[in-house]
């Protein structure tokens, strides 16, 4: 599907939105990049995201900020709304909402790069901000990803509360 009006969304433009009570990687929609040839950054920020602690079941809330550098494919922003939702009764660790994140939007897209910050609410007294990132192989967002990671944070922000 190579033209606008043919390509049909399950999610964008539907008159009745279903949210998803489960994790549902395929809510997941994606769509063709009209600039396959020029590398830019995409950025998504998901200020209200929520799972649940796999051990208490109590929710643990964060800001899930994702940035990539789209190749041929895109997430549909409704799509990825609807799925980051379908977290909110899933029963993970911070650490493996963020990988399994990234693991769907690679298989949805295979962007030259992507990464996945989440930076969670704290509970106990300590907050858990996991960082997890992927560059192509055979791409030079290889080994920018392994700088980016070796380099993540180094400088910590001044928390404000959250």
Known sequence: MNNDKERSFKQLGSAETRYPDQYAPHMLE???NKHPG???????NCPEFTSLCPMTGQPDFATIYISYVPDKKMVESKSLKLYLFSFRNHGDFHEDCVNIIVNDLVALMDP???EVWGKFTPRGGISIDPYVNYGKAG???A???RRRL???DLYPETVDNR
């Open 143 to 145: 080994k920018v990803a």
């Open 30 to 32: 994606a769509f063709d």
């Open 139 to 141: 791409t030079r967002w």
């Open 150 to 152: 070796e380099w993540h």
């Open 112 to 114: 030259l790069y992507i």
């Open 38 to 44: 020029r590398e830019y950054m995409v950025k998504f």
